[in-house]
Every structure is written in structure tokens, then in C-alpha cells.
């Protein structure tokens, strides 16, 4: 898979993304410095909501393939500039979160993203799942096999009923 990097105002769903994505259990863990994990590079909102932080973002995108700008489908505002993505050399796509929420506007959120300079856009809702596949499609790389495409083992062998032994 290719290694992605979450950036994203706190309480946006890096982190909730990052277990949605592993399969791991839903549980809320503040996140409190840059996790560079094996596919998935998790950091605190608080480094893109301070300026001085902002630059060790722009220099964790060298240890990742691809740039995952999130802002949530309830967010009010969005904290990046226009044309934003050209200043680093990875692809960079949109992920707006929260798709679920009746109160978000995921299209005003997008529109946000695309005016960041994010050509591709994921909606995705961590908490069911939705979306989450269309991500891992796209960091897909070759040979990598997907969890929906690991075959169900075999079903136990049937035992067979006492009243058939006569
Ligand atoms: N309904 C809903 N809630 C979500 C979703 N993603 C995250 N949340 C909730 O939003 C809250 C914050 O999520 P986190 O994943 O911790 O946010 P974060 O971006 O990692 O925040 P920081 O670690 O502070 O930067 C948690 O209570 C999550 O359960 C989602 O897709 N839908
Ligand atoms: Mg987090």
C-alpha cells in the first residue's frame, strides 16, 4: 500500500480514519505527537492549527506517497489556503469526514478541499465504514490483497447426526 499522511484540524477523524482503515476497533484516543506508522502517518490536529508546527507537516510529506487533507463534513470554516497542495511534491487528495453527521454539508466541505487544489475527494463515515474501501483502493498497489478479497475459510466440516449411525 502506499503510505498516506493524515493532516487535519483536531477532532476531524484522523485518527477514527486510521482504525477504520486497519479494522481496528472505534475508540477515541487524542493524539498526541506524529505516529509514523507502517502505512499510515497519524498527527495531531494541533500542527495544522499552529503555524510554526505547519512546517514539520510540510516536511513529514517527504516520508509518505500520498498527502490526506481531511476536514469534516461539520467543520464551519476550513484552515487551508487556496492552491495550498502545491507546495509539496506528493499527490495529495481530499477526505472529507463525518459524511453522517445530519448536521454536516459534505459538498460545502469539498468545495473547501477543491479550493485547497485537491483534484480527487473521498467521503467517507469511519464510524460504518462508508467510503473507507475507495481509500484503500487508492493506496492500493501491486500485489496487495484487500480484506474483502481474503477468501472465507472453509466451513467446518458437518458432524454428522448420531441418528444416522445405525
Ligand atoms: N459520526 C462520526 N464521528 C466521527 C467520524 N470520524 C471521527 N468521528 C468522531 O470525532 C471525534 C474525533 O475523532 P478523532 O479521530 O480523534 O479526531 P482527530 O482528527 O484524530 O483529532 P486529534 O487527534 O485531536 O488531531 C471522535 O469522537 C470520533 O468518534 C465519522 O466519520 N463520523
Ligand atoms: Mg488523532
Avoid at 477532532?11 to 507502517?38: R, S, V
Avoid at 461539520?74 to 453527521?101: A, H, Q, W
Wanted: proline share 6%; hydrophobic share 35%; with cysteine.
Amino acid at each position: 500500500m502506499k503510505k498516506i499522511i493524515f493532516m487535519g484540524r483536531s477532532e476531524c477523524g484522523k485518527t477514527t480514519l486510521t482504525q477504520a482503515m486497519k479494522g481496528k476497533e472505534i475508540t477515541y484516543h487524542k493524539t498526541q505527537y506524529i505516529n509514523n506508522f507502517d502505512v499510515i502517518i497519524d498527527t495531531p490536529g494541533e500542527y495544522l492549527q499552529t503555524h510554526t508546527l505547519g512546517h514539520a507537516l510540510a516536511l513529514y510529506t517527504y516520508e509518505a506517497q500520498v498527502v490526506g487533507l481531511l476536514l469534516s463534513a461539520t467543520e464551519p470554516f476550513s484552515l487551508y489556503p487556496p492552491c495550498i497542495t502545491c507546495m509539496c511534491n506528493r499527490d495529495v487528495i481530499g477526505i472529507v469526514t463525518k459524511i453522517d453527521d445530519p448536521k454536516g454539508n459534505p459538498q460545502r466541505s469539498a468545495r473547501w478541499l477543491r479550493l485547497a487544489g485537491c483534484k480527487t475527494i473521498f467521503f467517507v463515515d469511519s464510524t460504518s465504514g462508508e467510503g473507507i474501501s475507495d481509500i484503500l483502493e487508492y493506496l492500493r498497489e501491486d500485489g496487495d490483497v484487500m480484506p474483502w478479497e481474503i477468501p472465507c475459510k472453509e466451513s467446518p466440516k458437518q458432524i454428522p447426526d448420531a441418528s444416522s449411525h445405525k
